[in-house]
C-alpha cells in the first residue's frame, strides 16, 4: 500500500503490509521502480490546492509512504506526467492522473502492481490510504460511460470514502490491479430507497494506458507488468475468490502456508514473504491433498469461533474441481493405519460395513469381496473419497460423504480401542468439512443399530436383463442384486458396464452367489431373472457359469441354481395383479394346475378360465407350438398365475410328454427344484432328454428392487 500525506502521498502494493501513518490526501500504486501512479486531484489536495485545478503543479516537499515493515518513505523528485481532471455535465470527470518519479528507488519488499483490463461485473477491493488490515472496502463493476466505469457496493462493510482516491482497484480473486478510484458520489443526509448509495467511479487501466501514451509515457507503459484475470476456469476463479476473503492479510497468509509447505515436505522463503493467492491456487492443482490441509489449518483457526462461510465456499469449490482430495495429509495418515490394524484382524469386517453403509453406491473392487487385505486399504479409501457428496441438507450444509459413513459403520463393529478413535476422527474430520454435528450423529445412530442387529443372509440372486437395439447378437444388459431373507435387495455393483456375452452374464450371477455364501455360510441356490416380454424367449438356464475351480468344466445356470423367470412388464399393467396372486398362492395346495393343450389353446378361451373355473389356479402348463405359446404365457401372467411351466423345443401339442419327468401334477412348492433336476439330467444327455422346460415363478411377496431411469444416447435406440 502507497499513500500520499498532506504534504506527502502514499502507495499502494498489494503485497505490502499495511500499517498505518495518517494525515494522507489519498492513495496511490506503484507503477515502477521508481514511478508512483495516483490521482491528479489527490497530488493537489497534498499540496493545498483546489482539488480539481488543471495548472500542473511543483512537487516540492511531496512524499510518499509505503505501508510496509518499518513504513519507509520515499520523497518526491518530481511531476513526470500530468493528466488534469476534465469536469463533465453529469459531475464526473475525466483525465485526472499524475506520475510521480521518486528521489531513489521504492523499498525491495515493494513490488510494481501488475494490471488487467477492466469489464463489467469484476468483484473489485480497495484500500484506504493508511494501509490498515481492516480498511478496504469490497465493491463491483457495474457499467462503462466514455472511459470511466462505475462501482457500487453492497450495504455491508466499508464503503469507498475519501482519503481512497488514486488508490489501486484489486481483483478479489487475482492479484492483478485494473483501475484507480477516482471519487464517489456523495449521500444526502435525509436519507431514502430511492437514493443512490455507495456508488463510486474509476478509471479503467484501458483509460489509463491511454492517457499515459498520449502524455509521451510509452516506454513506461510498455514495461509496465500486464496480466490478464483469469476468466477462463470460473472454478479456479471461486477458489482465488475465497482464498482471498479468507487469507486477504499477508501475515495470515504467510501463516498459514508456513503450516501447508510443512506438511507437504516444502521449503519457505527466508524472508518470510507470503505466497499469492494464485501461487497457492496453482497448488491445488498440483498437489492433490493441499486444499485439505490448508481447511484443516483454517478451521483450527476458528475454533471456538463463528466458522467463516468462505470456509465452506472454498471445501464446495474444491470438491467441485475434481482434484481435490477429501481428508488432509495427518487425516488420510492417521485413517489407514487405524483401518489396516482393522483389515489385519478382521478382515471380513470392512467390505461388510461398506456394503451396509454404501448400499446404493458402487464399490471398490477392494471392497467387493469377502475380504479386504490390509495393503490394499490404502487403495480402497483412495477411491471412496473420490465418490460425490450426496445433497446438501435442508440447512444448506454438506451431507455426510460416503467415506465417514463407512468409517462410522467400521467403527459399530470395532473393538472398543479402535471404536474411540475412528469416531474421534470421523467427528474432526466432519468438522473441518462442515457437516452437521447432528447428520453426523444420525449416521453414528444408524451404524449402531446396523452392529447391534443380526444381519439376515441372503436367500436369492436376482438378475435384471434387457438388451438395447444397438447391442450386438446375443449381448445383453445386465444388473444383480443380492435379496436378504428380510427382503432388502443388495445392488452388486460390475466393475463392467456391458453388454455381456450370455456366459458372462452366467459367470457373474454365479460369483454374486458364491460371495453371498461365503459371507453367510449358506447355501445359495435361488436365482430369479427379470426379463422383459421379448426376454420371456430368453434360454438363460442354459447360460454356462464357469466355475470357480478352474480345472473343472462350468455348467448351465439352470443346473446349479433353481432359475426362474419373472416379467414386470406385463404384471405392472394389471393394478389388481398383487390382489390376484395373494389369492391364488392361497389355494396352491388345492387346486390342480390347469393343462393347455390343443383342447384350450384358444387365447379367449384361456382367458375366460382363468377368470372363472380356474380364478384360483396357481399354476399353469403350456404345451404347443412356439406361434401360440407366447401369447398365452403373456395372458397368464396378466392373470396373476405365479407359476407357468413350458417347454421352449415343444413343437407341436404331442411334444407334451417331454415334461412328464418334471412332474408337472406334483406338489407345487417342489416344482423349482424338480425342474433344476430335470436339468441337470439334460445337460448330463441332451439326446436322451428332448425337453428344454421355462419357469416363471413369482413368490407370493413382492419383490421391492430400487427404481433406476437410465437415459439412453438417442444413437443406441430402445427394443422395438
Avoid at 198 to 216: D, F, H, K, N, V
Avoid at 235 to 258: F, I, K, N, V, Y
Avoid at 568 to 576: L, Q, R, V, Y
Avoid at 673 to 694: M, N, Q
Wanted: glycine letters at 6%.
Amino acid at each position: 500500500m502507497v499513500s500520499v500525506l498532506k504534504r506527502a502521498l502514499g502507495c499502494d502494493d498489494k503485497a505490502m503490509g499495511r500499517k498505518g501513518v495518517g494525515h494522507e490526501a489519498g492513495a496511490a500504486v506503484l507503477l515502477s521502480r521508481r514511478q508512483v501512479l495516483t490521482c491528479a486531484h489527490v497530488v493537489n489536495d497534498a499540496l493545498d490546492i483546489q482539488p480539481l485545478s488543471v495548472d500542473r503543479p511543483v512537487a516540492d516537499g511531496l512524499d510518499v509512504v509505503f505501508h510496509i515493515d518499518g513504513v519507509p518513505r520515499r520523497s518526491v523528485l518530481r511531476v513526470t506526467v500530468w493528466v488534469p481532471p476534465r469536469r463533465r455535465p453529469s459531475g464526473v470527470w475525466h483525465g485526472d492522473l499524475c506520475l510521480l518519479e521518486l528521489a531513489e528507488p521504492a523499498p525491495e519488499q515493494a513490488w510494481p502492481a501488475v494490471w488487467a483490463d477492466m469489464a463489467e461485473g469484476q468483484a473489485v477491493r480497495a484500500w484506504g490510504p493508511d494501509g490498515k488490515v481492516g480498511d478496504f472496502a469490497d465493491t463491483e463493476v457495474k457499467l462503462a460511460d466514455e472511459g470511466i466505469y462505475y462501482l457500487d457496493g453492497v450495504l455491508s462493510g466499508a464503503a469507498i470514502a475519501p482519503g481512497f482516491s488514486g488508490g489501486p482497484l484489486w481483483l478479489r480473486n487475482d492479484q492483478a490491479a485494473v483501475g484507480l478510484v477516482v471519487a464517489h458520489r456523495d449521500t444526502p443526509n435525509a436519507l431514502t430507497g430511492q437514493h443512490v448509495v455507495r456508488r463510486s467511479w474509476a478509471l479503467p487501466w484501458q483509460t489509463i494506458r491511454a492517457e499515459l501514451l498520449t502524455a509521451g509515457a510509452v516506454d513506461l507503459v510498455e514495461t509496465c507488468p500486464a496480466g490478464e484475470p483469469v476468466r477462463e476456469d470460473p472454478l479456479r476463479e471461486m477458489l482465488g475468490h475465497e482464498l482471498w476473503e479468507l487469507l486477504s492479510d499477508p501475515a495470515t497468509r504467510t501463516d498459514h502456508a508456513r503450516r501447508l509447505a510443512a506438511q507437504l515436505g516444502y521449503s519457505t522463503p527466508a524472508d518470510g514473504s507470503a505466497p499469492s493467492v494464485e501461487e497457492m491456487v496453482d497448488l491445488f492443482s498440483t498437489s492433490e491433498r493441499a486444499l485439505a490441509t490448508l481447511t484443516e489449518s483454517l478451521a483450527s483457526a476458528h475454533r471456538g469461533r463463528q466458522r467463516p462461510q468462505a470456509l465452506n465456499r472454498l471445501l464446495a469449490a474444491g470438491r467441485l474441481s475434481g482434484t481435490a482430495r477429501l481428508l488432509s495429509i495427518g487425516e488420510q495418515r492417521t485413517l489407514v493405519h487405524r483401518m489396516r490394524q482393522i483389515s489385519a484382524s478382521d478382515p471380513p469386517l470392512i467390505p461388510r460395513a461398506a456394503r451396509e453403509a454404501l448400499r446404493y453406491t458402487p464399490l471398490p473392487a477392494a471392497l467387493r469381496g469377502s475380504g479386504l487385505a490390509p495393503e490394499s486399504v490404502e487403495a480402497a479409501l483412495v477411491e471412496l473419497e473420490a465418490l460425490p457428496d450426496g445433497d446438501l441438507l435442508p440447512d444448506g450444509g454438506p451431507s455426510v460423504p460416503a467415506l465417514l459413513k463407512l468409517v462410522e459403520f467400521t467403527a459399530a463393529e470395532a473393538n472398543v480401542t479402535c471404536r474411540a478413535d475412528l469416531q474421534t476422527w470421523s467427528k474432526r474430520v466432519a468438522l473441518r468439512l462442515g457437516v452437521h454435528e447432528a447428520a453426523l450423529a444420525q449416521r453414528r445412530a444408524d451404524a449402531v443399530a446396523w452392529a447391534a442387529r443380526q444381519p439376515s443372509t441372503v436367500m436369492r440372486v436376482v438378475a435384471q436383463i434387457n438388451t438395447l437395439a444397438s447391442d450386438p447378437p446375443d449381448f445383453h444388459r445386465c444388473r444383480l442384486w443380492q435379496v436378504r431373507t428380510d427382503g432388502t435387495p443388495v445392488p452388486v455393483f460390475l466393475e463392467e458396464s456391458g453388454p455381456f456375452t450370455t456366459d458372462r452374464i452366467g459367470q457373474l450371477i454365479r460369483e454374486a452367489a458364491d460371495r453371498a455364501e461365503t459371507e453367510s455360510g449358506q447355501e445359495v441356490r435361488d436365482v430369479d431373472v427379470i426379463v422383459d416380454r421379448e426376454g420371456l424367449l430368453l434360454p438363460v438356464d442354459e447360460w454356462d457359469t464357469g466355475n470357480a475351480i478352474e480345472w473343472l468344466p462350468g455348467e448351465p445356470l439352470g443346473v446349479g441354481y433353481r432359475v426362474a423367470l419373472r416379467c414386470p412388464e406385463i404384471t405392472e399393467h394389471n393394478p389388481k395383479h398383487t390382489h390376484m396372486l395373494r389369492a391364488r398362492w392361497a389355494d396352491a395346495d388345492m387346486v390342480e394346475p390347469l393343462v393347455v393343450d390343443e383342447k384350450t389353446a384358444d387365447a379367449k378361451q384361456l382367458y375366460s378360465r382363468l377368470r372363472t373355473s380356474h380364478e384360483r389356479a396357481s399354476q399353469v402348463v403350456l404345451h404347443g407350438p412356439a406361434s401360440i405359446r407366447k401369447t398365452l404365457l403373456e395372458i397368464c401372467l396378466a392373470c396373476g398365475v405365479p407359476s407357468v411351466l413350458w417347454d421352449r423345443a415343444a413343437r407341436s401339442y404331442t411334444d407334451a410328454h417331454h415334461l412328464d419327468e418334471v412332474a408337472p401334477h406334483g406338489p407345487l412348492f417342489r416344482l423349482p427344484e424338480r425342474v433344476r433336476t430335470f436339468r441337470g439330467k439334460i445337460w448330463s444327455d441332451p439326446e436322451l432328454h428332448r425337453a428344454r422346460p421355462s419357469l416363471v415363478w413369482e413368490p407370493e411377496e413382492p419383490l421391492l428392487l430400487p427404481s433406476q431411469h437410465r437415459l439412453t444416447d438417442p444413437a443406441e435406440g430402445v427394443r422395438p
